[in-house]
Every structure is written in C-alpha cells, then in structure tokens.
C-alpha cells in the first residue's frame, strides 16, 4: 500500500510538472506568435539536439558508475548505472533540481545495493559538486566575457549572485560539514511531528555519526585521489553537448551564436534553474536563453526557447519514464 501511495505522489508530480512546463511553453508561443509550422519544420533539428542532450546523460552514467566503483559495491555493472542514473533523471524534470534525483540514486544504492548510507550520499553529493564547480567556472569566464561584450550589469549580477550563493552553500559542507549538520537538525527538530517524532529522533542521534564518516570519506575523495579530478573533466565534456544541443536549435533558425556562447548561456540558465524557485526552472530558464542570447546577436525568435525545451524537457521526460517503468521492478522491489 505504501509503495503504491509513492507511486500516486510520483505520478501526480509528473501531472503537475507537465502541466506547470506546458503552460509556460504555450505562454511564450502565444506571446512570440510562434507558427506552429515552422515550429514543425525543426524536427529535424530538434532530434538532434536531443541527440547531443542526451550524450550529457552517458556522461553522467559514467560518472555515476566510476564512483559507485569507487566508492560503492565492487562487481556494481556499468549497465546497472545506466539504467539507474538515467531513471534518476526522471526526478529532476518533475520536481527542483538537486532535491530529486540525487534522493532516488541514495535510496536504490543504499536499500538494493547495500552500500552505506554515508558512502551513497557522498556519491550523490561528488556528482552535484563536480556540476557546481564546473559551473562556477564558466560564470565566472562567461561573465567576464560578456561584461567585456557590453551585456548589461542588470543581468549579469543576478546571475552571478546565485552562482555565489551555490558555490557558498557547497563551501560549507566541504569545510563547514557541523554547521550544515546542526543546521539539518535543527530543521528536523522543527518538523518532528511532520516526518513523526520517533524518527526524527532517530535521525538527529545519528547525525554526528554520519557526518563524520562522510567527511572522513569526502576529504579522501577530494584530496587524496583522482577521482573528483576527473570527475571535473567529463562534467565539462557533458557541458559541451549541451551547448551543442542549443547551438544547433539557434543555427537552424538563422541565428548563430557561436558555441562558446551557447555554452556559456546554457551554463547561466542552468545555475539559476537550479535554484528551488520552479520546477524544472520554467520560466527562468526560456528567460535567461532569450535574454543573454538576445544581447549578443539582436533580438532572439521566441521559437528559440521553446525548441531547445522539447528537446531538453519533452523528450527527456519521455526517454527517463520509460527507464524508470522499466527498472522499477528491478530497484524498488
């Protein structure tokens, strides 16, 4: 029964999303007055793209499984990654980033695989923070550059302002890991009667515990192995495609930004996507591509946005269900 009310929660969430993401894929249709043939006539490249898309996604699995082989449980397949680092990616289209996927990987590696419960939160959390540095990276290049480029300090600060905030917040659980520890207990604390006393209780004696060990396991991680180093590279590598995927889109319909820029771009959409503020960044993410886009090569098509989101969102979702009706039987037995 239990199972069976998560099931309702996920599908309801998907509903939700879908709806949520429609509606403002329609909203910019209508105010863009995007024809609807045209819009059909990009298929081609819209394949493409997502072809490009979803090479991100066997970059990711690849992480996923070296530092499950890392980290995790030897004899841990390739093919099992895959499957589940993908079925992952489910989560993070139906809900906000970093607050669904990340969960599923901890609970299927912990629960099916038997790995400890600090060691498959540390896998999840080397992934996110390899994304982060990455990210930081080229905000701080891109907003050097197009400072240079003349694009207004109006919208460059908000997009600086929530890299810093993310690189901050990961600062401190990389070298401040009691402060984001008491900080988890006290928000447990406070929602004891939501998530039921006994097991909050049970929790918060655990805490310390945890956070030791997880520590202990990240400082050697960090500085003691190469692993986070290359970690870094292939996040790169999986930013490039996706500055493919959104470069192809712009040259199909006329409008070349170069794939320095789409990469910088998508990089700035996806920082402040990644914020909990809506699901899957709806809104913020056509915004900033029409944006940024806008002040280097003159007024952007309407269109532009919401090709890249069936690409990058429809599709995506599509491709992440099926693997997750596939593998359910198989990880959350």
């Keep these: 029964m239990s199972q069976g009310i998560e099931y309702n929660k996920y599908l309801k969430n998907l509903v939700v999303s879908v709806i949520v993401v429609s509606t403002v894929i329609i909203l910019i249709g209508f105010l863009g007055r995007i024809d609807l043939m045209v819009l059909l006539g990009l298929a081609p490249y819209i394949v493409l793209a997502y072809i490009f898309f979803f090479f991100q996604y066997i970059i990711k699995s690849i992480k996923f499984y070296l530092l499950c082989r890392d980290l995790g449980k030897e004899g841990f397949s ?3 990654a895959f499957r589940i680092r993908i079925s992952s990616e489910l989560f993070s289209l139906i809900g906000f980033s970093y607050l669904g996927d990340e969960a599923y990987r901890i609970f299927v590696l912990n629960r099916k695989y038997g790995v400890k419960l600090h060691r498959s939160g540390l896998i999840g959390y080397l992934e996110v923070l390899s994304e982060v540095v990455t990210s930081i990276s080229i905000v701080i290049l891109g907003v050097i550059l197009l400072f240079f480029r003349g694009i207004s300090l109006s919208i460059l600060l908000p997009i600086a302002f929530s890299a810093l905030t993310v690189s901050g917040i990961n600062l401190l659980i990389v070298f401040k890991p009691k402060i ?3 900080f988890a207990k006290n928000i447990l604390f406070r929602f004891r009667r939501v998530i039921g006393r006994e097991r909050a209780e049970q929790i918060i ?3 310390d515990s945890f956070i030791d060990a997880f520590n202990e396991d990240l400082e050697a991680a960090l500085f003691n192995r190469n ?3 290359l970690l870094v590279l292939l996040t790169f590598l999986s930013t490039v495609f996706g500055g493919l995927s959104l470069w192809i889109i712009s040259y199909a319909l006329g409008y070349e930004i170069n794939l320095l820029y789409s990469i910088i771009i998508l ?6 996507s990644t914020l909990p503020i809506t699901i899957s960044g709806s809104g913020i993410f056509e915004i ?15 269109l532009l946005p919401v090709a890249y989101r069936i690409s990058s969102y429809y599709i995506p979702l599509l491709t992440t269900l ?9 990880y959350l037995d």
């Design 267 to 272: 990089n700035f959409s996806v920082v402040l």
């Design 322 to 330: 099926i693997f997750f009706i596939g593998s359910m039987n198989k």
């Design 227 to 229: 692993i986070f180093t």
């Design 78 to 80: 390739f093919v099992d």
């Design 205 to 207: 004696s655990n805490m």
């Design 180 to 182: 984001v520890g008491n």
């Design 288 to 302: 900033v591509i029409l944006l940024l886009g806008g002040s280097l090569v003159g007024n952007l098509p309407w």
